[in-house]
Each structure stands twice: as structure tokens, then as C-alpha cells.
């Protein structure tokens, strides 16, 4: 067992989350260890929009040891809301026009690789086809990691991130694991040439469709040569609809819609639809273990926002703060961080999501297309605003539109 290679962090999935925080642990002069259960690229299912801010976070202006242009397929600055594929709105994401907010889309097989390679250039040592089978805590703290199909790898560390999603190895191993409310989405990559199909069928352009899935949304997300066409359930309702009969079905008539609504050409024997279980925040939970030296970060923390179901922006942001926490010694304080970063926040979205979901046809109406609110979203995407802020406004807002449409119902002559 001595004989064994030695790393200061062991890190599980080369996702966001797991490759930012060992690029911040080997430029740190860390010895780390990155394992990806995959051969890179590979195939990840998500819709893959993130705001632009991510590029101030994983600094690549200042870097400059990755470029944005290799992986960035869109840069959209407007969003289109439909109800039921009717009352369309086309809506700004900034209220003036040379505001800088906006989201990218990705591939997150383009993306997750860039990632995991600027880890390795920094020194990291990328261990790919090597899934996380077995965690062992050992005398004077220490953690032996075993990987691989028949276990054929295996290493001591100081201390193991967990970044290796929803049911992730590295909770379940550890002690960690705690079952969440997942959401249940599904998507497709779609062949487009951009010219073609509906007039509002733009590069730039962000749709997203809130009355066909009762208790979710669907989407259609622009890419290089082709779109991402998804759909899902969120909160209590996810969690029911993974176990129903005909949810994949339903699911994938919903994403054939959005494309007869767009006007996309396919096949739909040629569609290849991807399913995955998005964990949304339920509340805070302990994301270290007793002496802190095995933390959780992204998808296996829990940090897919209840209200918009997005995660890779979160996931970098808890894979740099767990980095830096092993980097200073203060690992100990890893759950109070990533809570003070996002309890309040995420609970007021958890609020405001089942509120949303409960009524959505006044949330639409008397929310989603106010002029505002496409901004309002935009902002709280890129963590320019926070859901605090607006969760109780909107609340007695859309109440109080609801309350007088109830009243007027009840005058006489009233139609």
C-alpha cells in the first residue's frame, strides 16, 4: 500500500465543477489527481447555456490559456416566451442596448474538455476511463481511492473532492449522500441551418415554452449548426414524473412540438433523446465530512437552481471555492461558504419556483411578460441579482392581479 502514488486532492469528475477546482488546485502548486469515468470528449446531456460571467470567473481574459471562441457556439442576448406555443414575447435580455449581459451555449462535451485539458496543462493529472469504485479513510487522515472497471488504479491523497454528480460515488462512499428532489429533463441535438424555419429562429435567441409541461418548461437552445431542443419537470413534480409511466414519451412528443412550432426540419426516427436527473436545490445540506477532508461540489452538492434548473455556473463556482478552501486551510469552513454563496438565494428561488408552477398561467401573464422581467431573469442568471430581492414582489404582485381578475369575474354582466 505504500508504494502507492501520493496526491495532496484526488478529484471525481472532469465536469465543471471537478475540472475548475483541479485547475485552481495544480496552478496552486497542488498534487492533484483529476478522474473522469469517460474517455473526454464525451457525450454530456444538459442544455448547455451558462451566462458570460463565467469567462470573468474562470478568468480568461487575464489568463489567456483558454479561448471562449473554442467552444462557444452562440452568444444570445434575447430570450422568446410562449405559453402553450401561443402569446409569443421577444424580449431583451438588457434593458439598455449596449449592455454587456448575455448567455453563452455550449457543447458540454467541447466544453468539459477544454476544461479538463487547461487542468492538465496546469499540472493536474487527467486519469480518464477511470470511474471512482471505492473510498477508504485510512490512519492520520488519510483516503485511499480506487478506480477503474476492476479497480486497476488506486492512490492516496490528503483530501478527495466529490464532483462527480447527482449519484455521485464519492457521497455515497463517504457518508455524504443524501437523497434530493430531482427534476427529470430530456433533450435532443437537432441538425439547423440558421436562415431557415420561423422567422424568430435566431442565433441569438433563447426560447423557452412554459405552459406545455405542467409543472416545467421546455426549451430550444441555439448552437453552431444546430439547435438543442429540451423539456422537463421540476420540484415535487420531477420527482413523481421519474417514476410515471410515459414521462419519456411525453417528453419527447413535447420536443417534436417545439420543432413543428420552429419550423425545424428532422427525422424523428433520426432523433437520439438524451434523459438525466437534474438535483435541485432542496435546502442546505453538509458538504464536508467530519474533519473536512472530502468535500462535495456541483451536481453531488446539490447546486441546481430550483427556479431556472441551471447548474454549470454553480458548479464552477463550488469547485473554485472548494479549491481554494483546500489551497488557504480553511476547508473546515467549505459548507458555511458554499451556504453564506447560496442558501438564502436558492430558498427564495425554491419559494418562488413552487409558487411559479402552482399558477402558472397568471405568472405568465402578469410576470413573464412584463417588459422587465426577461432583464430581471438575465441578472439573476449572472448573479447580478439575487431572488431575494424580487421572490416576495413578484409573489404579491402576480396575488393581487389574481385577486382582481377573481373580482371582476364576479360582477354581473361580467364575460
Known sequence: MSDLPWYDVIVAGAGPAGCTAAWELARNGKKVALLEKHALP???????????????????????????????EADTRYMRHTFDFEQPCLMPMNAEENGNVSLWMVQRSLFDYALAQRAQKAGADLIQSMPVCSVD?????????????????????????????????????????????????????????????????????????????????????????????GAGFFNQRGAAARKKAGTREFLQQVICQYLDVLQIKYKKEDLIFHAHPLPIWSGMRRLQNSDATVLLAGDAAGLVNPFFGDGIFHALRSGQTAAKCLTDGTAQQYTRQIADMYRDNFDSALRLSKFFYQWPVFCYRFGVQRPSSTCTAARLLCGEAVFGDITDRVIKRVRAAMTHRQNDARKPGHK
Not at 44 to 64: N, R, S
Open 42 to 72: 464525451r457525450h454530456k446531456t444538459c442544455g448547455g447555456g451558462m451566462p458570460m460571467v463565467v469567462g470573468d470567473l474562470l478568468q480568461f481574459k487575464e489568463i489567456k490559456d483558454i479561448a471562449p471562441e473554442a467552444f462557444v
Open 137 to 229: 479513510t485510512l490512519p492520520n487522515k488519510k483516503i485511499s481511492v480506487t478506480a477503474g472497471r476492476e479497480g486497476e488504479w488506486s492512490a492516496h491523497c490528503a483530501a478527495l473532492i466529490g464532483a462527480d454528480g447527482a449519484n455521485g460515488v464519492v457521497a455515497r462512499k463517504t457518508g455524504l449522500y443524501e437523497e434530493r428532489t430531482c427534476a427529470i429533463a430530456m433533450e435532443a441535438e437537432v441538425e439547423h441551418t440558421w436562415g431557415e424555419g420561423h422567422p424568430e429562429l435566431r442565433r441569438d435567441v433563447v426560447h423557452l415554452e412554459y405552459g406545455v409541461v405542467k409543472g416545467g418548461y421546455a426549451w430550444v437552445f441555439p448552437k453552431d449548426n444546430h439547435v438543442n431542443v
